[in-house]
C-alpha cells in the first residue's frame, strides 16, 4: 500500500525506459552480428546436456532483470538453433530469412496487432499481398487469400473449400452425410499432409488415390484418368486433385496444364501444392516449369522457403473467394461488421480461414517483397537451381557417387556407392550436419567469369 492509502498499480511495463532501450539496442545489435558472421560458424551445434537441463527448471514464480535474460539467451539458446541460417545447410527445404524479415518481425511484434479481422492497416497489408499473388500467379481479381502457419495447413484449408464446394453449403451442418463419399487424388510424391488433411477433414484415407509418377517423380496422367473412372463406376464422387510443384524429396513438378485440362473436363477441384516450387513465378527464366498453375482453383505455398520470409509464413489463395468466404465465414455477435470504427470492413481474414487469433505475418513478407522485389528474389530461386544442375554435374563425374533422382530444381539426391550404403549415407549426412564449413563472402561464377 501506498503511503496515502492507495493500492500501487501493477504492470507489465520496463521500470526504467531508457535502460530497457539501451538492453533492447544491444539485443538487435548482437543479432545483427549474428547473422553477419554466420559462415563463421558451425552449421548446426548440438545442444549439451548441461545446457538441456536449464530446461528443465520449474515454473519461475519471480521475475529476473531483462539484460540477465538476454544474457540467458546469448548462453543458452543462440548457439543451437536449426541451422538453416547458414548459407551452407543444405537439409531438407527451410527457408535461411533475413537481416531484413527478422526486423520486420520485430516491428510486428511491437504493434501485437491482432490480425483475425477489424478495421486497421495490418488487414490492409495481407489483402496487398493477397493482391500481389494475385498477379504473380495470373490469378483473377475475384480470388482471395490468408495467411497460415505453412502449406500443410494451406493444403488442408483449400481440402476443405473444395470438400464444400462438391457438397454444397449445407456440408456445414450436417456434414459428409450432405452428398456421396468423396475421393481425392494425387501423386505418390505428394507430401503426407494431404494423407493427415484427408483424415482431418472426415474423408479418410481410403478415399485418396495415390498415382503412380514417373521416372521424373511426376504424376502419371493416364493412370488418374483411370482412377477417377473407377471411382465414378463405382458410385464415388471425385473432387479434389492435387498436382505437387516442387516435391520435397526430390523437386518433382507434376504435368500441371495437363491435370488443368482434365480437372475442367471432369468438373474437378484443382489444387496446387506448391510449398516452395509455386515461387518459381518470380523468376521468368523457370517459370515455364510451372505452366497451368495458374488455371488452378487454389494454390498453397510458403514465404518461408524460397521467399526467405522468417518462419512461419504459409499461405493459400483460392481462385472463388466466394467459395472461400462460404467455408469459413461465421455469424457469431462478436464477428458482426459495422458501417464504421474498428469493426468496419467486408471481409476479414477469419471468414477465409478457422484461425480468429492471428498475428501480422503479412508484414515480414510485405517487407520482403518490398526491400527485395520478386526480379531479386527470382534471381536468387533460379541461382539455386544452377548451383544444383552444378552439383549434379560433379556427382556424375566423381567416382563412388550416383544420382538418386532428377535434378528438376533446386535439389540433388545422390548417394555413395558402396557395399553398405545405406550405413554410408547415413554416416555422411550425420557428419556434414555438425561439420564447421567455411564459405567465401565472395565465391566465384558458376562460369568462371569475374563477379560483379
Known amino acids: 500500500m501506498s503511503g496515502d492509502g492507495e493500492a500501487r498499480s501493477i504492470d507489465l511495463d520496463p521500470d526504467d525506459w531508457d535502460a530497457f532501450g539501451r538492453e533492447s539496442h544491444r539485443a538487435l545489435d548482437d543479432?545483427?552480428?549474428?547473422?553477419?558472421?554466420m559462415r563463421e560458424r558451425a552449421v548446426w551445434v548440438r545442444t549439451p546436456d548441461e545446457v538441456r537441463h536449464h530446461f528443465k527448471s520449474d515454473l519461475p514464480l519471480s521475475g529476473r532483470a531483462f539484460g540477465d535474460v538476454l544474457d540467458d539467451f546469448d548462453q543458452l539458446i543462440k548457439p543451437y538453433a536449426t541451422g538453416n541460417t547458414h548459407p551452407a545447410f543444405m537439409g531438407w527445404v527451410h527457408g535461411a530469412g533475413t537481416p531484413v524479415g527478422m526486423?520486420?518481425?520485430?516491428?510486428a511484434a511491437g504493434l501485437n496487432a491482432n490480425c483475425g479481422g477489424r478495421d486497421h492497416i495490418g488487414i490492409e497489408v495481407e489483402r496487398?499481398?493477397?493482391r500481389w499473388m494475385q498477379q504473380a500467379f495470373r490469378f483473377p481479381e475475384t480470388a482471395s487469400g490468408v495467411f497460415v502457419t505453412g502449406t500443410s495447413m494451406a493444403n488442408f484449408i483449400a481440402l476443405l473449400v473444395a470438400r464444400n464446394h462438391a457438397l454444397g453449403d449445407e456440408v456445414r451442418a450436417r456434414g459428409l452425410t450432405a452428398g456421396p463419399q468423396l475421393c481425392a487424388y494425387a501423386s505418390k510424391a505428394a507430401h503426407g499432409c494431404v494423407v493427415q488433411a484427408m483424415q482431418l477433414a472426415g474423408i479418410g484415407t481410403d478415399h485418396l488415390r495415390l498415382v503412380n509418377c514417373d521416372r521424373d517423380g511426376a504424376m502419371l496422367l493416364p493412370e488418374l484418368r483411370a482412377a477417377v473412372a473407377a471411382d465414378l463406376r463405382n458410385g464415388l464422387k471425385p473432387f479434389l486433385v492435387i498436382g505437387t510443384a516442387g516435391s520435397v524429396d526430390t523437386g518433382a513438378i507434376d504435368p500441371l496444364a495437363a491435370i488443368a485440362d482434365f480437372c475442367a473436363e471432369a468438373r474437378v477441384?484443382?489444387?496446387?501444392?506448391?510449398?516452395?516450387?509455386?515461387?518459381?513465378?518470380?523468376?521468368p527464366q523457370l517459370r515455364p516449369l510451372i505452366e497451368g498453375m495458374e488455371r488452378a482453383d487454389s494454390v498453397a505455398f510458403d514465404f518461408?522457403?524460397?521467399?526467405?520470409?522468417?518462419y512461419d509464413a504459409g499461405f493459400v489463395l483460392v481462385r472463388d473467394g466466394a467459395a472461400q468466404r462460404r467455408t469459413f465465414a461465421s455469424a457469431n455477435g462478436y464477428l458482426s461488421r459495422a458501417d464504421t470504427g474498428l469493426a468496419a470492413g467486408e471481409t476479414w481474414p477469419c471468414d477465409l480461414g478457422p484461425d480468429l487469433s492471428r498475428g501480422f505475418r503479412a508484414l515480414k513478407a510485405w517487407f520482403t517483397l518490398r526491400v527485395f522485389g520478386t526480379d531479386h528474389l527470382g534471381a536468387c530461386i533460379a541461382q539455386t537451381c544452377a548451383l544444383a544442375k552444378h552439383l549434379e554435374g560433379r556427382v556424375k563425374s566423381l567416382a563412388g557417387f550416383e544420382l538418386s533422382a532428377p535434378v528438376k530444381l533446386n535439389i540433388v539426391c545422390f548417394s555413395v556407392v558402396s557395399l553398405d550404403a545405406d550405413r554410408d549415407n547415413r554416416r555422411r549426412i550425420e557428419r556434414s550436419r555438425s561439420r564447421l564449413f567455411h564459405v567465401p563472402r565472395?565465391?566465384?561464377p558458376l562460369d568462371g567469369s569475374a563477379g560483379r
Not at 31 to 36: D, G, H, K, P, S
Not at 304 to 310: S, T
Open 442 to 444: 565472395r565465391q566465384r
Open 304 to 310: 518461408h522457403k524460397w521467399a526467405h520470409v522468417p
Open 31 to 37: 543479432m545483427v552480428e549474428f547473422l553477419r558472421t
Open 103 to 107: 526486423v520486420a518481425e520485430m516491428l
Open 128 to 130: 496487398q499481398i493477397t
Open 269 to 283: 477441384w484443382f489444387h496446387v501444392d506448391g510449398a516452395f516450387g509455386a515461387l518459381l513465378a518470380f523468376s
